[in-house]
């Protein structure tokens, strides 16, 4: 049985033979396991990670120089401080109008141009498509977070023109992504904060969940499975995802929920991945913390809808020594071909 099988019955609600995991880190994580192992192949065959992630998110192709990055939508990002991502710098629509704005190709090449390599290299791991910045942080990077919370209540068409052209342009990717043996598609979308939507649940249901309807039924109709990643406490609109065809849901944050009762709340209807703490116990605890908090993830797993991870990227403020910690105890686990 593959990494790509224990996905699987992962996310149809099946015992699985052992917990599954994937883990992702920042590039100073990435460049210091990279140092721990010898290499980025020595890295990738100690994690055993279980997803092989396709396509290329957010699309940051062009480097401008000056710690700045151009993305295919023409947002330009500022990454003097965070080397991940960035900070928007100007805004592509200043007006609340699709006037004069072109959106890119969705099916530019650089996005599917390492598919057939990667998938030769990794023939096991479950294959995952993923467009980063999906909808409503694609919709506030080019308009401004500022400016998109206003329009929401001062400029309601326009919003909703802006998503659903967002949407369009993401079904079209999806439908080039569809012609490679893919399994899933990501759809990576932040809708909150510590303490619930950052639009509220009113909004959300109004502007945000009749596109994302869209958008899982294309990938739901062509028989794939659906994940995505939402940081901060969305507990709220748990049933409305399932209900719009989610089957797995990330980064399931336990400082901002309580990750082990809505792993039973769901079990059977929605899978999750994450549930670490990347705020308190990765970065302050102890070995024996990680190692308490990931054998209780895991246990709390084994009857399925479950895939061990941090609850978000692993950050450079967490020691080696814990992240080494969480990997063996889920590489060790009984049922594990790693044990």
Request: proline share 6%; with cysteine; hydrophobic share 40%.
């Amino acid at each position: 049985m593959t990494e790509r099988d224990v996905v699987r019955m992962v996310l149809e609600h099946k015992k699985p033979p052992y917990v599954p995991w994937h883990y992702s880190f920042t590039v100073e994580v990435v460049e210091a396991l990279e140092r721990h192992y010898g290499g980025a192949d020595a890295m990738e065959d100690a994690l055993h990670n279980h997803f092989l992630g396709l396509g290329s998110d957010i699309g940051f192709f062009d480097e401008m120089g000056d710690d700045r990055f151009r993305d295919v939508f023409g947002v330009v990002w500022n990454r003097s401080v965070d080397r991940d991502i960035g900070i928007v710098d100007g805004l592509m629509l200043p007006e609340p109008t699709l006037a004069k704005y072109s959106f890119p190709n969705p099916r530019d090449t650089r996005f599917f141009q390492d598919i057939p390599g990667l998938v030769d290299k990794y023939p096991n791991r479950w294959r995952v498509f993923r467009i980063g910045f999906s909808l409503y942080e694609r919709a506030w990077s080019l308009r401004g977070m500022e400016n998109l919370m206003m329009d929401f209540y001062e400029n309601p068409e326009f919003v909703v023109d802006l998503l659903n052209a967002i949407c369009d342009y993401n079904l079209e990717q999806v439908d080039e992504a569809l012609k490679y043996d893919i399994d899933a598609v990501y759809f990576g979308d932040d809708w909150g904060m510590q303490t619930g939507l950052q639009m509220g649940p009113d909004i959300w249901r109004e502007f945000i969940k009749p596109v994302l309807q869209r958008m899982y039924g294309k990938v739901r109709g062509a028989g794939k499975m659906v994940m995505i990643h939402s940081c901060g406490k969305v507990d709220s609109v748990f049933d409305d995802l399932v209900e719009i065809g989610l089957n797995c849901f990330n980064p399931f944050q336990p400082e901002v929920m309580d990750v082990l009762a809505l792993m039973d709340t769901y079990r059977g209807a929605l899978s999750f991945h994450g549930g670490l703490s990347t705020q308190r116990t990765l970065p302050y605890g102890t070995k024996e913390d990680v190692r308490y908090e990931t054998s209780r993830l895991i246990d709390k797993g084994r009857d399925g809808s479950y895939i061990l991870s941090p609850a978000h990227a692993v950050e450079s403020d967490v020691p080696l020594e814990n992240i080494l910690e969480f990997v063996a105890v889920a590489n060790s686990q009984p049922g594990s071909p790693w044990a």
